[in-house]
């Protein structure tokens, strides 16, 4: 039996990246969309015009050829401040890798102009993922390239940052702690909304947590540590992209929708999505749907 002179290996590798909300929107002077925040992160590259964001009191303008990264959990409003119409292009990315996602949260600037470190790079590669709004469908192919140009986006992002500083390196267990936690607290999620009509038994963050073999007060603050929020805030984002995203379904009532994003009571919850979006669940969907039918209808032509 010969012996083993020597082995190679890759990493496991596992792309947990999410990401939705891609799209172009061209909108009139003096358009102003509601304050919001998401669980993922935001991309918004200004294509023509000029935009300003608006987050915690700061003002922030990009002309045409800026972009903004707007990390998870921040409060922004944005709007058209140019005397024509603005067109800019826009992408959400829920980065569930640990490591990537800490050092962004951290590190990553809000806004990126012409001359800014990795923009070429940057832009063309959003470019890319921006080329296949050309479809009308979508098959194996053209999803598994949008998962490569996303992938190669967030790898230029990467290198961007390995090339800085960065004094607060995790462990690797806080990594391997937080993903865990993460992942099942969306499994859980997912199984519950999918699965059941209403959410009749709330998720125990903590008790998750323990079936981890993970003690629920370390637990609690190595999330943190990684992600920035708590894994309550981490659920409750869960529900309001999930809100949203069952909203633009016109077979379900609100209340059913309520149900199955853990509300027993269609009032607290139409109280929780105004404070997530701004509006009550039937007025988000009135605002939206135009947008859907709009977007619909740009399909046809």
């Known amino acids: 039996m010969s012996e083993l002179i020597e082995i190679k290996q890759l990493p496991i590798v596992d792309s947990n990246i999410h990401f939705f909300g891609v799209h172009v929107q061209t909108v009139p002077s003096k358009w102003r969309y509601k304050e919001e925040a998401h669980h993922a992160f935001e991309i918004n590259y200004v294509l023509k015009g000029k935009q300003r964001t608006v987050i915690g ?53 809000t806004i990126y ?100 073999g993970i003690s629920p007060g370390h637990g609690l603050e190595i999330f943190k540590k990684v992600y920035d929020i708590s894994p309550q805030e981490y659920l409750i984002s869960l529900k309001f992209d999930e809100a949203k995203a069952l909203l633009k379904r016109k077979d379900l009532s609100i209340l059913q929708i309520a149900n199955r994003c853990g509300y027993k009571n269609i009032s607290h919850f139409s109280r929780q999505f105004k404070l997530w979006s701004g509006m009550n669940p039937s007025q988000y969907r009135q605002e939206k749907e135009k947008i859907w039918e709009a977007l619909a209808f740009e399909k046809m032509m």
Not at 97 to 105: D, G, I, N
Not at 164 to 178: P, R, V
Request: a negative charge; hydrophobic letters at 35%; charged letters at 25%.
């Open 57 to 109: 009191g700061e003002h922030m303008d990009c002309e045409a050829g800026s972009f903004l990264v707007i990390p998870p959990g921040i409060r922004h409003t944005n709007e058209n401040i140019g005397s024509g119409v603005l067109t800019y292009f826009c992408m959400h990315i829920d980065i569930n890798e640990p490591l990537l996602r800490a050092k962004m949260m951290r590190n990553v600037k």
């Open 113 to 212: 102009q012409k001359g800014s470190i990795y923009y070429d790079e940057l832009t063309f590669k959003m470019d890319q993922i921006r080329s296949l709004l050309k479809y009308e469908s979508f098959s194996i192919v053209e999803k598994l390239q949008a998962q490569i140009y996303v992938l190669e986006l967030l790898k230029t992002f990467a290198e961007m940052l390995d090339s800085e500083k960065d004094s607060n390196d995790l462990s690797n267990t806080e990594i391997t702690y937080a993903r865990e936690i993460s992942s099942a607290i969306k499994w859980e999620f997912k199984r519950y909304s999918l699965e059941n009509d209403e959410m009749i038994n709330p998720i125990r963050i903590q008790k998750l947590i323990g079936n981890l």
